[in-house]
């Protein structure tokens, strides 16, 4: 057969390839960059050690920022209030990525390296199958043959590879958005993570004593300029991760809970996310009416929760990205953050388009209710409240008056 792999030149996906051309496969190897800071020449060479037919390495940073990360700010995606999707929002563009060298070098079949515990295979098994039909298969060794850590190096070995894995305690995931840090200690809920696992982040009680002011342009809600210079959208995010990471602000310590029915404790870093969501999020309640901005937490929400767990071709997703891109028309303007050992704080920000008024809201000059205005709207307002609430009781008196005079 010819199979085409998601190659990140780790040791799962390494494993497999040498297991795989050990049964007489021809395999080709497919590395997507999305911003991982994997060594990737190093993964070629892996991959024609272990012998691959081809190796084809393919630069998607800029379109990971574009098509993926920018909806990932306008929706506001935190899943579940904390994890910033980083990995979610990568799957789908790797299996895009994959499936098209498959179907332009007539593979047989697609293979990955995810576990049968995890989302990813979700996500990869679901997208991977949008893209292909039903015509190339799927296969997923690290699932079908319960391939362990000490399964893959041994096979690895027997390959002739010895595989340096420095971060082996722990299960890590990278991308331009977020960093994912899991397994070994950090499974026990009662262990703080070891300063070790961090590698975006300094902690904040080293981090500068100066604060970091960082003034964000937002047009239609999508980051474009810092401090006065403009950026394209994957340079402004890795220059924030820098940055923002260097003043100790962006780490998450959640416990999640998985597609797959299982609940995990990750660790994630992902300091530009996190500022420009937290940006992001301000400036659209600054703009938003408070209908308007109700309606789309509902919105955020459904779809951190669709692209979590897998379904990023669902229909819904599109129908909910209207929402987000119609609101979003108007979020544009600037947010000030400033960053201080691990804390983030919005500054000031200059919406373009608000309802926010300085001449309406002070209580000293400008505008003012006459007090017939005040207590004739409280009037009505409440009216339906107060009456139910009081008829419910079946008493002529109410609660409080009862109350009182039964003591
Ligand atoms: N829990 C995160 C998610 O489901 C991160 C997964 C990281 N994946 C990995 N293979 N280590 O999106």
């Not at 890795?238 to 797959?260: C, S």
């Not at 987000?324 to 000031?348: E, H, M, P, R, W």
């Not at 505008?367 to 339906?384: C, L, N, Q, R, V």
Request: net charge negative; aromatic share 10%; hydrophobic share 35%.
């Amino acid at each position: 057969m010819r199979i085409v792999i998601a190659y990140s030149g780790g040791l799962d996906t390494s494993a497999i390839l040498a297991l795989l051309v050990s049964e007489g496969h021809e395999v080709i190897t497919v590395t997507v960059d999305v911003g991982q800071e994997d060594d990737l020449k190093g993964a070629e060479e892996r991959a024609y050690h272990l012998g691959a037919s081809k190796h084809i390495h393919i630069d998607a940073v800029e379109e990971f920022a574009k098509d993926y990360i920018s909806w990932a700010i306008k929706a506001n995606a935190l899943y579940e209030e904390q994890y910033p999707l980083g990995t979610a929002l990568a799957r789908p563009l790797i299996a895009l990525k994959v499936a098209e060298i498959a179907l332009k070098y007539g593979a047989d079949a697609v293979a990955h390296g995810c576990t049968g515990k995890g989302n990813d295979q979700v996500r990869f098994d679901a997208m991977l199958k949008y893209y292909l039909g039903e015509s190339i298969g799927i296969i997923a060794p690290v699932r079908e043959l319960g391939l362990t850590r000490e399964k893959s190096l041994q096979i690895l070995k027997e390959a002739g590879l010895s595989l340096e894995t420095p971060h082996k305690k722990y299960s890590i995931d990278e991308n331009l958005w977020s960093r994912s840090i899991e397994g070994g200690e950090l499974d026990d809920l009662g262990v703080e993570p070891p300063e070790e696992v961090y590698a975006w982040t300094v902690s904040p009680e080293k981090a500068p004593d100066e604060p970091l002011y960082l003034e964000i342009g937002f047009d239609m809600g999508i980051p474009y300029m810092v401090n006065g210079v403009e950026m394209p959208l994957h340079g402004l995010v890795k220059y924030l991760n820098e940055l923002v990471g260097a003043h100790g602000y962006g780490r998450i310590d959640h416990v999640e809970n998985r597609v797959v029915g299982l609940k995990s404790r990750e660790i994630y870093e992902a300091p530009a996310a996190l500022a420009l969501i937290y940006a992001h999020k301000d400036l659209e309640k600054t703009v938003y009416t408070p209908k308007e901005y109700r309606f789309k937490q509902l919105v955020d929400r459904e779809w951190t929760d669709l692209v979590y767990q897998g379904l990023w071709m669902e229909p819904l997703k599109t129908h909910l990205e209207s929402y987000i891109d119609s609101s979003n028309k108007y979020v544009s303007g600037t947010v000030t953050l400033k960053v201080y050992k691990g804390s983030i704080q919005i500054a000031s920000r200059k919406p373009e388009y608000t309802s926010y008024s300085t001449e309406l809201i002070d209580y000293n000059k400008g505008w003012y209710p006459s007090a017939e205005e005040a207590t004739g709207f409280i009037k009505i307002y409440t009216m339906h409240s107060l009456y139910t609430a009081w008829s419910r009781k079946q008493t002529k008196k109410t609660p409080l008056e009862e109350k009182v005079h039964a003591s």
